[in-house]
Structure formats: structure tokens, C-alpha cells
T-cell receptor, first 112, second 114 residues
């Protein structure tokens, strides 16, 4: 039973356009959400996070939006760059403050 | 080192053999985690250490899996009587302390059991 769901296995966008990656969760105990980026043969790298007391967090080209009532979050990348091509994982913390629950990931391809 | 280091990068072993996977966390990080990523899945939690002690080992799949962190720094994940289903990428991560924001991951050890 997946508690964090990334329903799009892949996404392809043109360079310069916006990339929107979606994530849904089912566990109401989750109160902190993170996005990780993973290149092949490397470990996941932290990208951006958001606490459940906020609905938006922005860091440069990356913005995460949280809709608690819908149990939905999204990562916006604008403008997208070819170097953003990677697998993006949504992860959640809650109950414990150390056990990350990950989604299956979305492979983003940014075409030049 | 600057980041989390895992050795070996790749390990191929025969079914039934014993393997050890090593993790060198970021210096000063007291919290250490092991995750397992199977093909097409996200990382799944295995065990969490705070200092030398395993604070939560609820993610270990069975008693063939064991992990230690005797001096509160390097950790070793040990798998006995390996099975083909153990094939996965084993990821180690560390953080300054639990709940201190993001964890930093190593590059992983790809274990293949043949």
C-alpha cells in the first residue's frame, strides 16, 4: 500500500518551459515533504522541502506547492534546463522525524 | 570525506553467500540510515542509527539482515544467506541529527545475487 504516490513514471518537456511533477500522499501524519533528484549511478540529492504549515516554498527555479486538503504536492521547475533531466522522488516525513517514505519517482527529460 | 561514501559500488555474489556493505557517513553526522531501492521503486527504509545504537530497525525484511555501527561513525549492513530477491541498490544516508532537515545520500551499492 503506497503512502506516497507519483503517478507519472515519466515526463518530457522542452528546454525553457515549465516542468510540473506531481505527488499524492495518503497518510495524514505526514507533516514534512521533500523532493530528491537522482542521476544514474548516483544517490538521491536533496532539492527542496516544505513543512505542512506552509503552502509554498521557493528556491531559485524550483518551487514546491502543498495542498493539504487534497493531500497533494507539486514541484515546479521553471525554466527547465537539459541538466534537470533526472529521476525526481517525492518523500514524506511524519510520525517519526527520520523515516522517509518515498514515491516511485518520475523520470524528467528536458529536451534541448 | 565531503560526502557519504559507500563501498563497494557494485557487488555480485552467489545465492547463499554472505555479504557486507559499508557506509562512511559525513563526519559529525550522528544519524545514519540504510534504504533499499529495488528496480522501478523508490528507496525503502531499512534501519536508522542514532549514534551507535539502532533506534529503529523495523524496515529490515527478515533476520538475515543485520547492521552495526560500533563507533558511531562507519556502518556495515550484513546480509546472510543471500537470495536473488535481495538484489537491489542499497543506499546509505546521514544527517546531523534526526529531524534536522534533509538526509545526504551516498551513491549506493548495487547488489546482484546470482
Amino acid at each position: 500500500d503506497q503512502q506516497v504516490k507519483q503517478n507519472s513514471p515519466s515526463l518530457s518537456v522542452q528546454e525553457g518551459r515549465i516542468s510540473i511533477l506531481n505527488c499524492d500522499y495518503t497518510n495524514s501524519m505526514f507533516d514534512y515533504f521533500l523532493w530528491y533528484k537522482k542521476y544514474p549511478a548516483e544517490g538521491p540529492t536533496f532539492l527542496i522541502s516544505i513543512s505542512s504549515i506552509k503552502d509554498k516554498n521557493e528556491d531559485g527555479r524550483f518551487t514546491v506547492f502543498l495542498n493539504k486538503s487534497a493531500k497533494h504536492l507539486s514541484l515546479h521547475i521553471v525554466p527547465s534546463q537539459p541538466g534537470d533531466s533526472a529521476v525526481y522522488f517525492c518523500a514524506a516525513l511524519g510520525g517519526s522525524n527520520y523515516k522517509l517514505t518515498f514515491g516511485k519517482g518520475t523520470l524528467l527529460t528536458v529536451n534541448p | 570525506g565531503a560526502g557519504v561514501s559507500q563501498t563497494p559500488s557494485n557487488k555480485v555474489t552467489e545465492k547463499g553467500k554472505y555479504v557486507e556493505l559499508r557506509c562512511d557517513p559525513i563526519s559529525g553526522h550522528t544519524a545514519l540510515y540504510w534504504y533499499r531501492q529495488s528496480l522501478g521503486q523508490g528507496p525503502e527504509f531499512l534501519i536508522y542509527f542514532q549514534g551507535t545504537g539502532a533506534a529503529d530497525d523495523s524496515g529490515l525484511p527478515n533476520d538475515r539482515f543485520f547492521a552495526v555501527r560500533p563507533e558511531g561513525s562507519v556502518s556495515t549492513l550484513k546480509i546472510q544467506r543471500t537470495e536473488r530477491g535481495d538484489s537491489a541498490v542499497y543506499l546509505c544516508a546521514s544527517s546531523l541529527m534526526a529531524g534536522a532537515g534533509e538526509a545526504f545520500f551516498g551513491q549506493g551499492t548495487r547488489l546482484t545475487v546470482v
